[in-house]
């Protein structure tokens, strides 16, 4: 199997950025400007284009990303963050902001799962966690509707027991082509 080095290479960008104080350029407070939480996808189409096609600039916004952009579990990490932005940094609104073509809605979990076996994974390992109560494959899933899983992850942040009445939670579909957002919730018809 070949191995990606990357880390010389970025160490060595890194390096000069630091000298050249490239940095100064972003420099920035930890308190979002704009008073905003984005919870989206990892998917590497949106690294750059999320933030430009919202017109965010570093400082904006506090940014999560993970698999799906989804709220999987009501005290997972997502939910974690989120509600740390409100209480430690001033969030007045969130914007849960899935995209169309999600490799998440279309992963195939018994592939998956075979991967992790072909990568060394013992089937111990995966019978171990299913005795104790954990569903892998389930726990793996992403979703089959980009439109219905915004609404879910909505509704698991509106509904939390820690989120405050006055938090506007907003849900967003973005075309990973063209940035173009279409709504399916507007938070602010729900405060």
Request: aromatic content about 8%; glycine content about 6%.
């Amino acid at each position: 199997m070949e191995t990606l080095n990357n880390l010389e290479e970025i160490l060595k960008f890194n390096k000069e950025f630091v000298e050249n104080k490239e940095y100064e350029k972003y420099n920035t407070t930890k308190y979002p400007d704009k008073k905003i939480a984005i919870l989206s996808c990892m998917d590497t189409r949106l690294t750059e284009l999320l933030p430009k096609a919202l017109d965010l600039k570093n400082g904006d916004a506090k940014i999560i990303k993970n698999a799906g952009g989804t709220v999987i579990h009501p005290f997972g990490s997502a939910m974690r963050s989120l509600l740390i932005c409100i209480y430690e940094f001033d969030i007045k609104e969130i914007f849960i902001i899935g995209h169309y073509d999600c490799g998440i809605s279309s992963m195939n979990t018994d592939k998956l799962i075979k991967k992790m076996i072909d990568q060394g994974i013992d089937i111990k390992t995966l019978d171990t966690l299913s005795r104790a109560g954990i569903k892998v494959k389930q726990w793996l899933h992403g979703f089959d509707c980009v439109e219905e899983s915004v609404k879910e992850s909505v509704a698991k942040v509106k509904n939390h027991p820690l989120m405050p009445d006055n938090i506007a939670i907003h849900g967003l579909i973005m075309d990973p082509e063209t940035g173009r957002l279409d709504v399916v919730i507007n938070g602010f018809d729900y405060i």
